[in-house]
């Protein structure tokens, strides 16, 4: 799609018109303010435009002081070792880090002069907007939200537009954040769009501008953050402290959940949940989606089926709880015409409308098919809940008492991509500008119903959601899009998680592909996603019974159950690597360019990932059990053969049907549990069974009343681990200078 340059007025910023404590303020050539803040060191907002609309709280960062001052024709802004140069005219910019460039405007020239693309530009008509900045050859760029293509976006044409992606396999994604990044061995940038509208990226798209990144904005105003950090994690936590940080979330939900599409009932799932548990296959939790408990022509309206859950909801329920396994419930802000609900909510206008002022209803084709024992059937005729009235949103708030009430210990927000463009909210917006926010706003009120009603009897509030946008990351954990049933389908799966890991949404509930695709049951390609997912945030298996790991019986069976029990065991470990997620950003499982940046080796080795810390795992995403593994630099121990294998090189690695490739990091510890059938197993005072050290640890690995690790001075050279005599340390190394002695309290 070529770009009409001439479509769109160049914006130049010929005069500073005043300077805050914050920034400066300048006019533009197109009568439009330009406004220049900072939000902390190497965070700069820069937004030009009216400011009539509604911004639906996408932000939670405040503006922070720096230092204004001239440098030649430039406004300097200054926080820390980052500063924002503003150039007049045309209107340009200089990001830097460390006196060091990392960012500026465009640099591709027409022969008969000017840029290709405006470096700042918008339309004559108004309402749609570009920036654009160079890229240096060979440089990548991340992020962009949940896509199952290449990491490195260079050369894509991304669509940030929240659509139901049927599958993942294209550019369409459930889960969109218009926050791009790029970093070398000493710095990062990063381009954060803050809108609710539609945004196209060109990252060295080639009808563009190969050596150019530039974004196109649908909004009255544009809105753009700059970002500057020594690392990519750094652009992480600056992402978080802007949009928000993700979630506590409690233990039970680290254990191993179960879905299918679908049960037919809640005995139906109590039933699967029996048999996981006479199987000794661990469990934590079962998700009941829209046949299990829903109408299928009412669709999701607070009513349970009679037909399908009994006269007494809490009953069902409890049969399942019993199990020591606790209870997702499927939820979908679509009401059918045929629910009860229809009729009031349309009235007292709590649902979308059409420019008639009737509600607007999309045709059941239009949205996902359900699964309905078994057989994909045509979802009803539906409205759209409206969450920006006040009264709609607290209603729907509310009416989850009941739910919750009935035992329910967690929601899975499903839907929320469907919001029609000429749609028209309570709040005069539409639906071209609410479509992205939309998942927001709901999932933000499911949150607080969970907060409202979902505290009793240690029911910690816990949301899982499948469409995002920017601030979702702070509502919810972000449910894996489905994913083909075959290898290609895994792989896009890892790339999708990590993706969005890059894009600052750190947990992530993994799905081993299950739910769809023609191909028959393989018992390897079963086991090894279930491998690759027991080291997400989350898990689920979502899949028919047929694709369940454990279903095949036998020796794959063990095996399933061996590496479900390493889930389990991972727990203390997950636990700190969740931590750090919520405090910095930081995603639990991290892409290479995250985690090595710079690194030039394992860049472009795209579905290995790290594992908090300490853990680097490479997928078997091919059948036999073949996989190239770039190592980082450092030293890395095969948990398999605890072989020492130096770093900085790539290795071809074949592992039987009941390993799998991980490697412990070299200056690390994992902390292990006992193996559990489920959380409530864990010990909450002494989780911890053994301590595997790889080498000499150098490095914390979490706060633990059985385990503390002292470092002390490099001239000394000497690492002392304080150890409670009930946890085993386990070494791996043949030379280990570490001393080992009884935990002193």
Known sequence: MPFDAGSYLRLDAPECIGTSASGASFTTSAGDILEVSCFGPGVFRMRVGPQTRADYG????RSKACEVTQQGAARRMQSGECALEIAGAPLRIGLMHAGTMLLGSITDEFLQGGTRLPAFGRTRQGGRWVASFALASGEPVYGLGERTGPLDRRGQLVHSWVQDAHGGNTGQAHHEVPFAWSANAKAAWGVFVHTPGAVLHGIGHA???HRTYAVVVDDEALDLFLLAAPTPGALLQQFADLTGHAPETPRWSLGVGVSRASYRSPRDAAAAVAHLRERKVPCDFVSLDHAAAWSPERRFDFEWDEARIGSDAAQAIGDIRRHHVRVCAW????VSVQSRLYEPLGTSGGLLRSAYGTPYVLSGSFLR??????????????ALVDFTSAAAYAWWRDAHGPVFDAGVDAIHCDGGEHVPED???????FGARLHNPYPVLYGRCVQEASQKFGGADDRAPLVFARAGWTGSQRI???????AQLDWEGLAASIRAALSLGMSGVPLHCACPPGTYGTNAPDVELALRALQASIFASHVMVRASAAWEPWAFGGDTEAIARKWLAFRYRLIPYLEVAIRQAVRSGMPVIRAMPLAFAGNALVRGFETQFMCGDALLVAPVLQPGGVVEIALPPGAWFDINSRQRLPGHRVVRYRAGLDQFPVFGREGHALPLARAAQHTGEIDVHAP???????????????EFAQARLAVRTQDAGETTLEVAPEVKVERFGD???????????
Not at 735 to 745: D, F, I, N, P, Y
């Open 207 to 209: 009808d563009w501008s």
């Open 423 to 429: 749609a028209i909210a309570a709040d005069g917006d």
């Open 476 to 482: 919810a954990v972000h449910v894996a899009a489905d």
């Open 735 to 745: 030379a280990v200078e570490c001393e080992v002695v009884g935990l002193r309290t």
């Open 369 to 382: 098919p359900m699964s309905i024992d078994g057989t994909m059937m045509r979802a009803p005729d539906s």
């Open 58 to 61: 996408l932000l939670v960062g």
């Open 331 to 334: 939820e979908s802000p679509y």
């Open 688 to 702: 911890l069974e053994q301590l595997w050290l790889f080498g000499k640890p150098a490095h914390a690995f979490g």
